[in-house]
């Protein structure tokens, strides 16, 4: 699954590059990730959220927040490591939702009831400064041909106008 | 119900959409996904699905940008359309581009592409990039044959 969606490398045809018109504009790296891969980003209250996806856990979400001073380093903080463990959501995908809340939303491309099939997770932040956030699975999707048969491998979330999240599949769902 | 509002061709066509927005004009704009070289699996585009005019008639799809074929490679994150334009990433050789689009100004004319910049360290682009209201753009990249990613800043 990881490797038909992770974004790996294509040669393209050379000339490609010779009608490239560049813009004027300034780039900056703002943050490297170290062994896990940012797969999106999502900006909220002043800060930048994301998910991480690593081969050797469950992955992450994180918050990216602006240097305090001009110049300086930006501060990345992991809000939740998804535990490793049968059931629970696993890699998760796509781009996250802020909830007015102050929650978090996202899908995972694995974990869940259904054998793999992939979760819609919230995560609410914790009651006190400093406390642990709060993982609860909104759905579990059924992946193809398991119970539920709602199509697996969610890849994206989107909020529509009533506050309902929907979600894209991959693979027989919608 | 479902209707289909139309079938990917592959080839140049394209094949594997990604998200697709809804813009103010009642298009879809959307991408599709390149894949193994010059095979069925499409060609990394940037597309326009233009509504009928009368209800029932085919929706017309026109192809804003094409980048080719490549292995799992093509503009994959989700586009932002601001002011009219079109903004996405797409990986290419080196790594990847941030683009912009810019719609013709005059009808059926091409859209011109601008790369905000081109990733040539292997960083790839990829996923929801943000755009601010001054312009700049944010978003992440991986290149997993260094084991890392990054997060960037594109500012006007």
């Known amino acids: ?174 | 119900m479902e209707t289909t509002l139309y079938t990917f061709q592959a080839f140049a066509d394209g094949a594997a959409p990604n998200d697709v927005i809804l813009g103010p004009d009642g298009s879809l704009y959307g991408t599709t996904l390149g894949l193994a070289p010059a095979s069925d699996n499409g060609a990394g585009t940037v597309f326009q699905l233009t509504p009928p005019g009368t209800p029932g008639a085919p929706w017309t799809k026109t192809i804003l940008k094409s980048f080719g074929y490549g292995y799992n490679c093509g503009p994959d994150s989700p586009l932002i359309l601001h002011n009219g334009d079109l903004y996405g990433a797409a990986c290419l050789s080196g790594g990847g581009v941030v683009f912009k689009l810019e719609p013709p100004s005059a009808p059926g004319g091409a859209w011109t592409t601008t790369y905000l910049h081109h990733f040539t360290d292997g960083q790839v682009p990829g996923g929801a990039m943000v755009l601010t209201k001054n312009g700049a753009i944010y978003g992440a990249t991986i290149d997993e044959s260094s084991g890392t990613g990054t997060i960037y800043e594109i500012a006007p």
């Open chain 1, 1 to 174: 699954m990881r490797t038909s969606r992770a974004l790996t490398f294509a040669v393209l045809a050379a000339p490609l590059l010779a009608s490239i018109a560049f813009g004027q504009s300034h780039f900056a790296t703002l943050y490297t990730f170290t062994g896990y891969y940012p797969t999106g980003l999502t900006y909220a209250n002043g800060a930048f959220y994301g998910a991480t996806y690593q081969y050797t856990s469950c992955g992450t979400v994180f918050e990216l927040q602006p240097p305090v001073a001009p110049g300086g380093a930006w501060t990345e903080t992991t809000l939740y490591a998804f535990p490793n463990t049968v059931g629970d959501p696993c890699e998760p995908y796509g781009n996250l939702v802020v909830g007015s809340n102050g929650a978090l939303y996202g899908v995972t491309e694995g974990g869940g009831a259904y054998d793999n099939g992939g979760t819609a997770y919230e995560l609410q932040p914790p009651t006190s400064l400093g406390g642990a956030w709060t993982e609860n699975v909104i759905y579990s999707f059924g992946g193809l041909g398991e119970p539920g048969g709602d199509g697996g491998f969610p890849t994206g979330l989107f909020r529509g106008p009533a506050g309902s999240l929907y979600v894209t599949t991959c693979c027989g769902g919608t």
